[in-house]
């Protein structure tokens, strides 16, 4: 199945923008999208988009288009979402997530980042 | 965006069962598998049901899961302390090409 593996904690300003990496081991990087999600203190999970490292495509969440970024490189079998404009409501912990085409789900989750944004 | 309903909270005695709904607005589950998710307290999600109603590898047969029209069910039976978690169905939306969560259920044993 594999093991994904975030980066490290982030605290970051209001109008900043920020970059977590997301690196697969295990499996075939190209042939499985992967999907963001976050957790805001307390709340629930929020889908924020996916990248399908394969074909290089995205689809990104409604409430985020226009500040979401999601890229990969297929030499380090990495993905990397960027959200800029933080606000306070940011602050969350945000997970990547392989989609598994055998599930229909999501069968495989990073640790986990934690970003903070406050001034 | 498009949410699927689930309630806020469930409780049941050590050794009972427990039911978690999961309910669309649209038509996300009628036309998609669903799938759960469980969270124990400061870890990552992990999956616990795919397909509507399969278990992965690993993942006990107290858990079960079930589909009928708009709707989706986890149960849990002979609950244990440690199943004390958030539960989160998730399905595709095809229509908008998104895939949304349900708002997540906390289940306490009492």
């Known amino acids: 199945q594999g093991q994904l593996v975030q980066s490290g904690a982030d605290v970051k300003k209001p109008g900043a923008s920020v970059t977590i990496s997301c690196k697969a081991f295990?499996?075939?990087?190209?042939?499985?999208?992967i999907h963001w999600v976050r957790q805001a203190p307390g709340q629930g999970l929020e889908w924020l988009g996916i990248?399908?490292?394969?074909?290089?495509?995205?689809s990104y969440a409604q409430n985020f288009q226009g500040r979401v970024t999601m890229t990969r490189d297929t030499s380090t079998s990495t993905v990397y979402m960027e959200l800029s404009s933080l606000t306070s409501e940011d602050t969350a912990v945000y997970y990547c997530?392989?989609?598994?085409?055998?599930?229909?789900?999501?069968?495989?989750w990073g640790q986990g980042t934690t970003v903070t944004v406050s001034s | 965006q498009s949410v699927l309903t689930q309630p806020p909270s469930v409780s049941a005695a050590p050794g009972q069962k427990v039911t978690i709904s999961c309910s669309e607005g649209s038509s996300q589950i009628g036309n998609n598998y669903v799938s759960w998710y469980q969270q124990l307290p400061g870890t990552a999600p992990k999956l616990l049901m795919y397909e509507n109603n399969k278990r992965p590898s690993g993942i006990p047969d107290r858990f079960s899961g079930s589909k009928s029209g708009s709707s989706a069910t986890l149960g849990i039976t002979g609950l244990q302390t440690g199943d004390e978690a958030d539960y989160y169905c998730g399905t595709w939306d095809n229509s908008l090409n998104i895939w949304v969560f349900g708002g997540g259920t906390k289940l306490t044993v009492l």
């Open positions: 295990g499996y075939t990087f190209t042939v499985y999208q």
């Open positions: 997530a392989k989609h598994s085409y055998v599930y229909n789900a999501m069968d495989v």
């Open positions: 990248i399908d490292p394969g074909g290089n495509t995205v």
